[in-house]
């Protein structure tokens, strides 16, 4: 009598779970690339075959999935989608108002910025190539916003213009905020092109907070590869770990405050490998500098300045 019990709750308990019906649509490149995104519903995935799909209008995914059924846009199994904007008038993608959206596989060349996310959580952007774009390969930083859960990992991004950031996350004097998310397992290089005029590898604005920094390749970048600032009491520290970095065009690794700096590589910088100074609202304090490996920057391997609170710097292996 029990057993059947069981089973019939059980039973009960399954039917009550809703369905979620998913469709896997696939375009080649000439069709309607914004007509198939809007077209898109909570647990689908577009296909898109490969070649070039050229953009002459703004082109937006604002989309809502669930953790249970994300959208997904992804290049075709064996394909390469190359998304590419006429100009330098527009972004190329622009997620915004989004959540649950994940981009998979996609090459994405030329516009402003080379994948823009605005006003939207829980975005994942994994495996992409951007590249040769007029500004910022990756960014999350219109003001007004906190972002939270993205996922940036396992993206190639290289030569890009303007203010160049690799990755350009938050907003300044805590404008916009990044929480709770992962940048891992990239590969940034190139943003030291001529007439560039920043070109972080990584930037992590003031008021970002609880974000993983870890294990991502950056080199020949015209600023710092990776800064962050402080978290202005929004969150925990930001953990920065396992990163390999060098020909860095300023410091390699520069924090303000709220960071956990451990397990770098730091082979070459044009100033000091690991550098904590005042910036914007943060001064040094709540830092811990740990078992890194710096070999050989131009000045310092570890300068800390202007010390206002907990600082600790152990078991690192300079040279």
């Known amino acids: 009598m029990r057993a059947t019990t069981v089973i019939l709750l059980f039973a009960a308990m399954i039917s009550s779970i809703p369905v979620v019906s998913a469709t896997v649509y696939q375009i080649a490149?000439?069709?309607?690339?914004?007509?198939?995104?809007?077209?898109?519903?909570?647990?689908?995935?577009?296909?898109?075959?490969?070649?070039?799909?050229?953009?002459?209008?703004?082109?937006?995914?604002?989309?809502?999935?669930s953790a249970a059924a994300p959208i997904t846009i992804r290049s075709a199994p064996g394909a390469t989608a190359h998304i590419t904007y006429v100009d330098a008038s527009q972004n190329v993608i622009n997620v915004e108002n989004s959540a649950h959206v994940r981009l998979i596989g996609l090459e994405v060349s030329g516009g402003s910025h080379g994948i823009r996310i605005l006003d939207s959580d829980d975005i994942t952007v994994d495996r992409c190539h951007i590249h040769?774009?007029?500004?910022?390969?990756?960014?999350?930083?219109?003001?007004?916003?906190?972002?939270?859960?993205?996922?940036?990992?396992?993206?190639?991004?290289?030569?890009?213009?303007?203010?160049?950031?690799?990755?350009?996350?938050?907003?300044?004097?805590?404008?916009?905020?990044?929480?709770?998310?992962?940048?891992?397992?990239?590969?940034?290089?190139?943003?030291?092109?001529?007439?560039?005029?920043?070109?972080?590898?990584?930037e992590l604005k003031e008021g970002s907070a609880d974000n993983l920094i870890a294990g991502n390749v950056i080199h020949d970048t015209g600023y710092p590869c990776i800064i962050t600032y402080s978290a202005v009491g929004n969150g925990g520290p930001n953990t920065i770990e396992g990163n390999l970095l060098w020909n860095c065009g300023d410091h390699a690794i520069q924090s303000a405050a709220d960071a956990v700096i451990r397990n770098n590589i730091i082979l070459g910088a044009v100033y000091d490998g690991i550098r904590c100074q005042p910036h914007q609202?943060?001064?040094?304090?709540?830092?811990?500098?740990?078992?890194?490996t710096v070999l050989s920057p131009a000045d310092n391997t570890i300068r800390v300045s202007s010390i206002t609170g907990s600082v600790v710097i152990a078991n690192n292996a300079v040279y």
């Open 29 to 65: 490149p000439g069709a309607n690339l914004q007509a198939a995104v809007n077209a898109l519903a909570p647990g689908d995935i577009l296909l898109l075959e490969g070649g070039t799909y050229l953009l002459t209008s703004r082109f937006s995914i604002s989309k809502t999935g």
């Open 132 to 202: 040769d774009t007029a500004d910022v390969g990756l960014s999350a930083n219109v003001p007004g916003g906190t972002y939270e859960r993205l996922r940036l990992t396992r993206n190639h991004i290289h030569h890009t213009g303007g203010t160049a950031e690799g990755m350009y996350l938050g907003c300044n004097s805590n404008g916009c905020r990044l929480l709770d998310s992962v940048i891992e397992g990239n590969y940034i290089h190139h943003t030291n092109s001529p007439g560039v005029t920043q070109g972080d590898g990584i």
């Open 281 to 292: 609202a943060g001064t040094p304090a709540n830092l811990e500098i740990t078992h890194n």
